[in-house]
């Protein structure tokens, strides 16, 4: 019962499976040779589906590759160690591993992994921004770090109407020797798609259809909220309720100076912790806190203003 073999048959299952028709922007950018690669990003944005199209295009044979997720009830019972090992000693090379802040310890296991197995490439991803990104001694010299955000306006186009547009940089757009009407097509009409992209274009899971989008961004809210935020350091997961509600109400105004001491009123958390549920909600990346350019001690208190990362019409 819960055998590696049973991991290992579903990992080629799923690598097959996946299609590789549009790969997100990050896939290019990554060092994929390094020996161990982290890629945090909150839910939705495709963290699982740009690993498993890296297994799929890599020219390693099957057995030599493997897609582990580590909420999978195997390792319960088992540990990543034993896991690892047996992978390596029957012929595997490039070990991916999923909802890796789903494993206890997860620092440690990968640094044994690392250790004893240098051969072995790892590659692993986690929703909790903040979790990852204060990892422990070993691995924050060893492990590089990605970060993937939602789709842009670019990506969507790729994704959506298959309109493959060049990456332009601030710098090229002010300074560069060409004119802009050269790089797109003639007919081309950005508002056309703009719209929509507003509404529908933060997360990949669109491909799935607009009818369920606005549900499935209320399942990744409330999972965040009540279930990824337990990881972070500090948080009452008893208050995920009270967290739940300041989004809702920083939603409708949005984006706004804030007034903090009416956010506190209206959604029933203390004064004195506002600011903290502002920085939960920030470091899972449901709203972006925006701070005034000169530095003050004041400016570290009170962000100048909220940006919220997902529709607000989700909510209506």
Excluded at 140 to 145: G, H, K, N, P
Excluded at 180 to 203: A, H, M, R, S, T
Excluded at 268 to 279: E, K, P, T, V
Excluded at 287 to 305: A, C, D, R, T, V
Aim: glycine fraction near 6%; include cysteine; charged fraction near 25%.
């Amino acid at each position: 019962m819960f055998k590696i073999e049973e991991l290992l048959v579903s990992s080629r299952q799923l690598i097959r499976s996946v299609s590789d028709r549009f790969i997100r922007y990050l896939y290019r950018d990554i060092l994929w040779d390094s020996r161990l690669v982290g890629i945090k990003g909150t839910r939705g944005t495709g963290k699982s589906t740009l690993v498993l199209q890296y297994l799929k295009l890599s020219d390693l044979k099957p057995d030599e590759k493997a897609y582990i997720s580590l909420d999978d009830i195997y390792f319960l019972k088992h540990t990543l160690l034993d896991f690892g090992m047996k992978f390596y000693q029957s012929g595997g090379k490039l070990l991916v591993l999923d909802e890796i802040l789903k494993y206890p310890h997860w620092t440690r296991g990968i640094k044994n992994l690392n250790d004893r197995y240098p051969e072995l490439k790892i590659v692993f991803t986690g929703s909790s921004i903040k979790e990852i990104s204060k990892m422990e001694g070993y691995l924050s010299r060893r492990a590089i770090i990605y970060e993937l955000k939602g789709m842009s306006f670019r990506e969507y186009l790729l994704f959506s109407v298959s309109l493959d547009l060049p990456i332009l940089d601030l710098d090229l757009i002010l300074h560069g020797d060409f004119h802009l009407g050269d790089i797109f097509p003639v007919d081309f009409k950005p508002l056309k798609y703009f719209k929509e992209f507003l509404q529908f274009g933060y997360y990949p899971f669109i491909v799935e259809g607009k009818k369920s989008y606005y549900q499935c961004i209320r399942q990744i809210v409330r999972t965040i909220v009540e279930y990824d935020m337990a990881e972070v350091k500090g948080f009452d997961i008893r208050q995920a309720r009270k967290l739940l509600q300041l989004l809702y109400i920083i939603s409708q105004h949005v984006p706004f100076k804030p007034n903090l001491s009416s956010l506190a009123q209206k959604s029933d958390i203390h004064r004195n912790s506002i600011n903290n549920y502002l920085y939960f909600l920030d470091q899972s990346r449901l709203i972006s806190l925006l701070y005034h350019h000169i530095f003050s001690i004041s400016s570290l208190q009170k962000p100048e203003k909220y940006i919220w990362k997902i529709p607000t019409c989700y909510l209506q």
